[in-house]
């Protein structure tokens, strides 16, 4: 890659050197307004030599990511060693499922850039306009080296507006089912949330699957498309409640995640609003309260754990006694420390055990910003 050479400040340095994948804007001198996005930058130090390479982002919160240490610049056959890598840590998940992540952006040591397998289809999400044509071509190396049949671009929710999502190899998938340890997930491979499931979640199901619920009732607030569900199912729960706001989720799910729909309920509501009317003889042995992101800029911070104290204090009193409890947070801008501050003091009065599920394997958490989903699981 053809490259420009940008001396950083030395608090800039530092950070960089300590293994933080992001410079911010605030942290840029004057120099650096020649730049466009997509510049690659040689960063060099206050000794006048090169010691990483990162994409320029104008106008940007993030101004420039991290691509590369030391002083030798990216290169094709360095993005491809890199990948090798970064899939010889996949093969245990392989083993368990067809569904994975192959590239998670920053975590995994490429920034913005994210990929998704689905049996033969892979799912390419780039967050920002300076990685896309890194992105492309990251996914025309995958798609050899993974064997895919059909490869979809798909914009993330933040970047509906710039760039619209389409087939770059291959078919256009249709719905596709994919194999995880005892369940059958149902995905709509580039549509919808994610890149069309929440494979970070597949702990938890793995988590819920493996419990003995037999004959137990479930409530699983802003259920989606019901993969909790589901593994509650499988872990023989006999009723099982998904409560979301979205009519096409809860329909999908009732179509592809239900081995027997008698045993399901489904409600299409407000979660937040749903919860204050619940009737106080529903009673549950197992609640799961997994919000979606509600917190994209700092400010909303305070805003969101409020939320999230109310639901959780509105919902106690409907968990059976010996009852288990899982909440989720899936935002990086809510540290580890706040949430579990908040989940235990919701819980502090009858549930004193607390369980953190790990991240899976291609999941990894590489800096602070990259742990965004927390999954408690409280009990008596």
Not at 47 to 67: P, Q, T
Not at 127 to 149: F, H, M, N
Not at 193 to 221: M, W, Y
Request: aromatic share 10%.
């Amino acid at each position: 890659m053809k490259s420009r050479r940008y001396q950083v400040k030395k608090e800039v340095e530092k950070v960089i050197q300590q293994g933080h994948p992001w410079v911010f804007k605030s942290h840029l001198s004057s120099a650096a307004n020649i730049f466009k996005t997509g510049d690659c930058l040689a960063l060099v130090n206050a000794s006048n030599e090169v010691f990483g390479y990162g994409l320029f982002e104008k106008d940007a919160l993030i101004a420039i990511r991290l691509l590369k240490a030391g002083k030798t610049p990216p290169s094709a056959e360095w993005f491809k060693s890199k990948l090798k890598k970064i899939l010889s840590r996949r093969e245990n998940i392989k083993k368990f499922t067809e569904g994975y992540r192959a590239l998670h952006g920053e975590n995994d040591g490429i920034p913005g850039v994210v990929f998704d397998v689905y049996g033969k289809i892979g799912v390419l999400q780039t967050y920002t306009p300076s990685v896309d044509p890194i992105g492309r071509y990251l996914a025309w190396v995958l798609r050899k080296e993974l064997q895919l049949e059909s490869v979809v671009w798909k914009a993330p929710s933040r970047r509906k507006k710039e760039i619209v999502s389409r087939l770059l190899y291959g078919k256009q998938p249709k719905p596709e089912s994919i194999r995880e340890g005892k369940l059958k997930i149902a995905v709509d491979v580039g549509e919808g949330q994610k890149s069309g499931a929440f494979l970070d979640l597949r702990g938890l199901r793995k988590f819920l699957s493996l419990q003995n619920l037999k004959g137990k009732r479930v409530l699983n607030l802003f259920s989606y498309t019901g993969t909790l569900g589901l593994a509650a199912e499988v872990a023989g729960a006999q009723e099982i409640w998904n409560v979301d706001i979205s009519k096409g989720a809860l329909k999908f799910s009732e179509q592809f995640h239900s081995l027997d729909k008698k045993k399901f309920r489904y409600v299409a509501a407000d979660v937040f609003s749903w919860v204050e009317s619940l009737p106080p003889q529903e009673k549950f042995d197992v609640i799961i309260v997994d919000p979606p992101s509600m917190a994209s800029e700092t400010k909303q911070i305070s805003v969101a754990l409020k939320a999230y104290s109310r639901v959780y204090k509105r919902v106690l009193p409907h968990l059976k006694p010996k009852g288990m409890m899982i909440v989720c947070c899936c935002t990086s801008r809510i540290t580890r420390q706040q949430f579990n501050e908040v989940a235990k003091k919701s819980f502090s009065t009858s549930l004193r055990k607390m369980k953190s599920l790990p991240p899976e394997d291609d999941h990894p958490v590489g800096f602070p910003q990259g742990d965004y989903l927390k999954l408690l699981v409280f009990t008596d």
